[in-house]
């Protein structure tokens, strides 16, 4: 059985109240990458980038992150979309939820190698069970829950959108 805790209309208010506070943050770049691990992580990039585009002169350049989220020591990590990632640039890593901090940790290696201006992170939904040194910089939702709990972000499919405790 699942819990309703997001509809829609507030997931994506959530998005957009990110969106304004990454061009607080970075009012003075002219261009940011927005990195989305595979799945609802790039549904969320995508939906801040066009956020983005609405309130802002930013360029956005959007990658989508590929990897095995379940052995991601063993998986190695490519790039779905054609973007420049080279020193000095601003990088957004966006995920749905953030739970141990596992993922994300992971995630992080091929940013490793370039001298970024910036490395943020970006969830809708932020457990709090922390195994894992790292945080996010701009959180949607707070959401307190037990290990045996789940939460799943729904963005891609039309009339089941929003986030659900299960």
Request: proline share 2%; hydrophobic share 40%; net charge negative.
């Amino acid at each position: 059985m699942s819990q309703q805790i997001l509809t829609i209309e507030q997931t994506r208010q959530k998005i957009r109240r990110i969106a304004f506070e990454i061009y607080e943050r970075n009012f003075e770049e002219e261009e940011i990458i927005l990195a989305g691990i595979a799945g609802q992580g790039f549904e969320f990039a995508r939906l801040l980038a066009t956020e983005l585009q609405s309130i802002s002169p930013l360029q956005t350049s959007l990658a989508e992150m590929l990897f095995d989220k379940e052995k991601p020591h063993r998986s190695e990590i490519t790039f779905r979309n054609e973007f420049t990632l080279t020193d000095g640039k601003v990088v957004i890593m966006a995920d749905d939820v953030l739970n141990t901090g596992r993922t994300l940790a992971f995630a992080l290696q091929p940013f490793l190698q370039y001298r970024l201006k910036k490395l943020q992170v970006a969830v809708i939904v932020d457990r709090n069970h922390r195994r894992f040194p790292v945080s996010a910089d701009y959180v949607g939702y707070a959401l307190s829950t037990t290990f045996n709990e789940h939460v799943e972000v729904v963005l891609s499919r039309e009339g089941e959108e929003g986030v659900y405790l299960k």
